[in-house]
């Protein structure tokens, strides 16, 4: 019998593939990765609150109360060897109500249960203290030093590129269509872009990981894409809040978050509404005001005339509300990593290990004697000391050159981006490795602009071919007038 | 540290104009940074004519506009720097820029001229729901990607917004051979000029919906269709009205923001109505030295006002470098309120110094709605000097008053200068 052509492939390109695919990268192992995507971090990982929670809010003794302490512990460290922005800015569960103080208590018992360190309970004097701009009927708070907000895109990235500068592939514009296993135990990957074999499967296929899993497995899988609405402020807004700001759950539901981003923005969300559709990531008129009003709950003055963008994310929600890890039992070799909902994120590092190390004991994978260490080049001009932009200036007078102006990204940024492992090629994932497009003009400005930039770096691309995000979303459909298409048909 | 007399922010037809100006006024040394490559800024997209109209009193392109005030500004010994982002402007005139050249420079400045024009309002302000697909643009970077980069972006186009670069877009997308489906506007009245309307929409039989709003972008990669539906008087959508029109693109012109981040990190006072700074008859704004003028002061319809305006801006500056330079301290005058009211939304000047204004001073303003046969009326505090009947005044066009300074010296104990419409 033929070997297989690789010993993992893991389907999905989002946090939790990516943190697996680097963690299996540091073993003797081949592995690939199929994303139905143009670029990593194009699902549920780009369309979330980018927190990293502290770990309270789980089930004491579930795998989500586990990996995410886990995680939150591992993460300064991750986002600090990678060179991903991270911040410990800490949260603040806010009560409203004088019968739901007792409740601020029980979350910190479970906290502590779950192994959460420096949780404090804070009477009304010491909150405004730590946060002046709460709602005038907040009453107290659960303050949790140990959260802390992380730049989601630059994470997904960096895992991926430290992934494949350590020997990981990487497919895109692909997508799994079948799965079967023969007698000899080798995975059939059908894939669009061609099949392939391997000895072990991870599932990481987000909201579509139950469609996967549910071709091999009798025990049935559902995953409900629930549909969170977010709200993105402008950098003027992006002080309003110096912590990530919760409502306390009340019996008519979770609220919304207030927060900082590491862009410095505030990002205001997300509400919860179960769907049917797993490509639903429009908003709508209802989820926005849901989210607007939401929003003065544990917040005042938001001030939402900042906006400058809105947008949907989908959590991969299972009815038994818990991350699903682990081999299946009647697919040997076909390991799950689904229903990674929130505090999805915030666990990545950890599911990243637990992950690789059920394929490792599988495949009996021995670490590989040496790695080459990664180091992602994102840097933050607009955070940078005016020395610090100077000597980048010097190392690449391209740093020079500010193309996104409102969040003042320069060409030897953009340029870095399409020719780092696992390059940019669309607008969309510039922008992810960037910041440029995400300022107040929202790309007006530098659409042209690294559409340019993108057909000069990238051999045998013209402007008409440069797309949003990939096949289908191209951003001039015509290039003259006798209707010759571009890419984008 | 490199010194000069006035630095222009912004090398656009506001800058341009501003910086001859100084230059005439006596100021020794002047430099004008602009971010992109060459001069003229968002005039170099604006192909069409209609420019020049007052100023040269011929109809010119815009190119044709920017290249005669570049062209002076080339032989008036003004100094340039080009592919150059300003950073920050400190409130002692001392301005910071980025360039690939130079890498980071700061420039002592006797007196700064803002003049950093506007930025287009997006979709995401607008929270229009749906998908976020390709083919939505602001209808300036539609403008540049047709007219700089030779680039269509789409064969059938809904608008929203009726701005004037929509109207002009909704022309120039038609000549390119795409359908313009329509113009939707959320007000009952177009934010653009009439001439625009009967020139861009009417001749080409584009229709324009006004009081109605996209409402839904369909569409997961690329724009498919988007739904648009009337808005009642509480501007909101009418249930039951929505049609869904089939397209590939949707082109916003929904308002112009004047980009003013330099302006704050400086500690320049904004108006919450102009979104510019709040500027006396010098146009001079509440930090000591630093001049605006332009849409980054206010958004303008016609190129050849920005041009008068800078035309004060910069020789205002010019007159406070040269003080400064001579070790003066220029005189703080006492300044009058111009104030805005019963229909009139906003002035610029916002204050006036007699002793220092020109014979005659120009106060620009909008209105906020539609108004037909009023009086626009200016008062020194209760009397009333003008009293002019308007057939019509609409939003989308700017007017003006003119203030004389004989008149304002001439009324005692002046507190307050009003300009109101009036009935009769």
Known sequence: ?489 | MTRYDVVVVGGGPAGLAAALSARGEGARSVLVIERDTKLGGILNQCIHNGFGLITFNEELTGPEYAARFEDRVLAADIDLMLDTMVLDVSDDRIVTCVNAEDGLVRIQAGAVVLAMGCRERPRGALNIPGFRPAGIFTAGTAQRLVNIEGLIPGCEVVILGSGDIGLIMARRMTLEGAHVACVAELMPYSGGLKRNIVQCLDDFGIPLLLSHTVTRVEGERRVEAVWVAQVGDDGRPVPGTEVRYPCDTLLLSVGLLPENELSRQAGVELSSVTRGPVVNESLETSVAGIFACGNVLHVHDLVDYVSQEAGVAGGRAGAYADLIAAGKTPRQGHEIALRARDGVRYTVPQSIDPARMADRLVVRFRVGGVFENRYVSVYLDGERIQHRRKSILVPGEMEQVVLKRDELLAHADLSEVTVRLEED
């Open chain 1, 1 to 489: 019998m033929q070997d297989p052509d690789y010993d993992v492939v893991i389907v999905g390109a989002g946090v939790s593939g990516c943190a697996t695919a680097r963690e299996l990268s540091r073993l003797e192992a081949h592995v690939l990765v199929i994303e139905r995507e143009e670029d990593v971090c194009c699902g549920t990982s780009k369309a979330n609150s980018a927190i990293v929670h502290a770990g309270y809010d789980a089930r004491t003794g579930s795998l989500m109360a586990r990996l995410n302490v886990e995680g939150s512990r591992l993460m300064p460290s991750l986002c600090e060897s990678l060179g991903v922005d991270f911040m410990r800015i800490g949260s603040l569960v806010v009560c409203t109500s004088e019968d739901m103080l007792p409740g601020l208590e029980e979350l910190r018992q479970r906290g502590v249960d779950n192994g959460v360190e420096g949780l404090e309970v804070v009477d009304r004097p010491r909150l405004l203290e730590l946060e002046p701009s709460v709602a005038h009927a907040a009453l107290g708070a659960l303050w949790a030093p140990t959260a802390g907000i992380v730049n989601p895109f630059q994470l997904n990235v960096a895992l991926a590129e430290d992934a494949n500068v350590n020997g990981v592939s990487f497919r895109f514009n692909s997508r799994v269509s079948g799965l079967s296993r023969d007698d000899g135990g080798c995975w059939h990957v059908s894939c669009s872009t061609g099949d392939v074999t391997c000895r072990a499967v991870v599932n990481a296929a987000g909201v579509h990981a139950d469609e996967l899993h549910n071709l091999v497995s009798a025990d049935r899988l559902a995953i409900t894409p629930r549909r969170g609405q977010y709200y993105v402020l402008d950098t003027t807004a992006g002080n309003h809040v110096r912590h990530t700001i919760f409502s306390q759950p009340t019996a008519l539901g979770k609220g919304v978050l207030v927060t900082p981003t590491t862009a410095g923005n505030l990002l205001v969300g997300p509400n919860a509404e179960d769907i049917a559709d797993k490509e639903g990531t429009d908003t709508t008129a209802e989820g926005l005001a849901e989210v607007a009003e939401k929003s003065s709950v544990a917040v005042r003055d938001v001030p939402l005339r900042e906006v400058i963008t809105s947008f949907s994310g989908l959590r991969a929600h299972q009815p038994g509300h818990d991350f699903v890890i682990g081999e299946v039992p009647d697919a040997p070799g076909f390991v799950d990593c689904a229903a990674i909902e929130s505090p999805g994120l915030s666990a990545c590092p950890a599911i990243g290990r637990m992950v690789a190390g059920i394929v490792r004991d599988i495949l009996s994978l021995a670490p590989k004697p040496a790695i080459t260490p990664w180091r992602s080049s994102f840097v933050s001009l607009e955070r940078a000391t005016a020395e610090e932009w100077a000597a980048l200036v010097e190392t690449d007078p391209a740093y020079g050159r500010v193309i996104c102006r409102c969040r003042r990204v320069s060409e030897a940024q953009i340029v870095n981006a399409i020719h780092a492992p696992l390059g940019a090629r669309s607008l969309d994932a510039v922008k992810r490795r960037t910041e440029a497009c995400m300022g107040r003009c929202q790309a007006g400005f530098c659409t042209p602009k690294i559409m340019e930039i993108l057909a000069r770096e990238i051999e045998g691309v013209d402007m008409s071919d440069i797309t949003k995000a990939g096949p289908g979303s191209g951003i001039v459909i015509r290039t003259d007038r006798d209707g010759s298409a571009g890419d984008g048909r």
